[in-house]
């Protein structure tokens, strides 16, 4: 069981594993910043990710904030941002690895160090569990995001992705 | 990928002057240590100065200085400065590129081009720093 709940002083954010109850919040950050509105897809993600089951990881960070009301100080706990990855093996032929495939965080939230202690706690998580190496895959347009992770020291790995667009194959016919 | 000369040394001279931003260096200095001209350098540094990545501090321990924004400047940018980057589509036609084997080849060039592109677009001068003290902080094998 992988139960993670870190407090980070220095950005006073909280990241542990995401609850049931955190999808309504996690789908509007998605949506914020795909401009998709998937909750199906969520589901399945935190019933594949959000189990707590040894070698996947759905991590949330959570931030507390004090507002104002009524002269009163009230206190509240706000995502903003989340991560998910697992520890897949013998992909391709690779050694076991990390794999982060889904990183957000509040655009309201950017640049106060969320993603890098997200990042950073989930690549702790891979350590302990004993992998060497963490992958990811973005489209080469998302600049904002792959400059994040160049930022963390990520290199181009030794794979490449390769993508065939089936109705260019459909119009080509038998391609062999 | 070979960039040219005065996108390297554009390079080395935004790097060198971005790891010491407390410091002004002088002309001379950033030519000995990439072993360059200083008549090629002083070119290069105008470029970067127009490019407000760069500026001159005058009097006595004047200097260059960096003044840009190391988090948000990336190499395609410093490159930019010197040379296209899109390389295909770019210089007009050359014999052959029209046929069959022309096309087919412009996009596997495209394609080598994108890459490139995307990686020098993503890769900040201060994730070059990070990178160079990575580098050099690992032993030596």
Redesign the interface.
Known sequence: MTKIDIFHEETGLTIRNAKTNDLARIIELDESSSGINKPDYWQESFRRFGSLQDGRYFLVAEKNNEIEKNQQIEKNREIVGFIIGEIRAWEFGSQPGGWVFSLTVDPGTRLAGVATVMFNTICQCFRQAGVDKVHTMID??N?TV??FF??Q?MM?ASTIPLQLSLSDMDNAGDLS | MKLQRSSRLALYSVLELASRPDEQLSAADIAAKFDVSLNHLAKVLRDLGRARLVEAVRGAGGGYRFCGNARRT?LKDVVEIFEPITLHDVGGFEPGDKTEFGTSLAVVLGEID??AL??L????L??ML??TN?LHKQPKG
Request: charged fraction near 35%; charge should be neutral.
């Open positions: 080469r347009d600049i792959m400059a160049r930022s020291g181009a | 990336t994108d890459i995307a990686t677009d993503s890769i900040t201060e994730t990070k990178l990575r």
